[in-house]
């Protein structure tokens, strides 16, 4: 399926990044390995379950850039292990992809019975958060007065 965004791009200021994120995820929708499930936990938590069943934590590699968090696995082809009759677990090589909001931090990953589960939190620095502004009242505007001799009011 091929998305033509370019009469949004045309009349919106700013939001290229978010076009190229859903022409990028259009144009990545066929890889489907490994399976994966996203799930908001909190209000500023996040969860990523990969299904990686067959691959060993040394196979797998975890890299968080800023806005991205990159998962791979690469098996070790020098392993000798049985001669199979069929093989059903799956065990290509991989890369998957997250973008990740601002202030989007891995906090924590683990492996357990072929499931990789990385755990996400959102971190808004104090400067960045919403601040509530009192206003104050009682005093009226005091009178400076400039150095060339006119009187101005501060506001």
């Known amino acids: 399926m091929r ?7 045309r009349s919106t200021i700013g939001f290229d990044r978010l076009f190229d994120l859903i ?17 908001r936990v909190a209000d500023d938590r996040y969860r990523i379950t990969l299904a990686v069943a067959g691959f060993s934590r040394d196979e797998i590699e975890i890299t968080a ?9 690469k098996k070790d082809d ?6 199979f009759l069929h093989v059903g677990i799956a065990t290509r090589s991989f890369e998957r992809r997250f973008e990740l909001a601002d202030f989007v931090f891995v906090e924590d990953a683990r492996l357990n019975d072929g499931l ?14 919403p601040k509530s502004i009192a206003i104050k009242t009682g005093q009226k505007p005091t009178v400076v007065e400039d150095k ?3 009187t101005a009011q501060a506001a």
């Open 148 to 150: 060339s001799g006119e």
């Open 116 to 129: 990789l589960v990385i755990d996400l939190v959102r971190e808004v620095p104090e400067a960045m958060k």
């Open 3 to 9: 998305l033509d965004l370019t009469p949004y791009r």
């Open 65 to 73: 850039q800023q806005n991205l968090l990159l998962v791979s696995g």
């Open 78 to 83: 020098k392993a000798t292990g049985p001669n």
């Open 23 to 39: 022409e990028t995820n259009a144009r990545n929708a066929s890889d489907n390995y490994p399976p994966f499930n996203l799930e």
